[in-house]
């Protein structure tokens, strides 16, 4: 079982910049894309970003400019810098890993985090 672990979610101010790190453990060889999705209260869980095994990205097209996915092959680690952030980046964002290879389909990823939150305020 594939394990995924966020990290650096926390309260920040708007136009602050923010990174999250996911670390992924167990058997990941047969993982293609690692991905961030994140939802707002009330609302569904929506796709970020993500990288695949060959460094191919996908961005939301919200964030674009904003948001960057990069990933540390030798740490297994998977981050998304995210710079000017706005209140309506809040919510918890998930790092999530598919078997099937990059995507923007939540029903495609096979595990996921916990989550971490994030919230942009004043």
């Known amino acids: 079982q594939v394990q995924l672990v966020e990290s650096g979610g926390r309260l920040v101010h708007p136009g602050d910049s923010l990174r999250l790190s996911c670390a992924a453990s167990g058997p990941i060889g047969s993982v293609l894309a690692l991905g961030w999705f994140r939802q707002a209260p009330g609302k569904d869980r929506d796709f970020v970003a993500a990288?695949?095994?060959?460094?191919?990205?996908r961005i939301r097209e919200s964030v674009k400019g904003r948001f960057t996915i990069s990933k540390d092959n030798a740490k297994n680690t998977v981050h998304l810098q995210m710079d000017s952030l706005k209140p309506e980046d809040t919510g918890v964002y998930y790092c999530a890993a598919s078997n099937t290879g990059l995507s923007g389909v939540s029903r495609l990823y096979d595990y996921w985090g916990q989550g971490t939150q994030v919230t942009v305020s004043s």
């Open positions: 990288i695949s095994n060959a460094g191919t990205t």
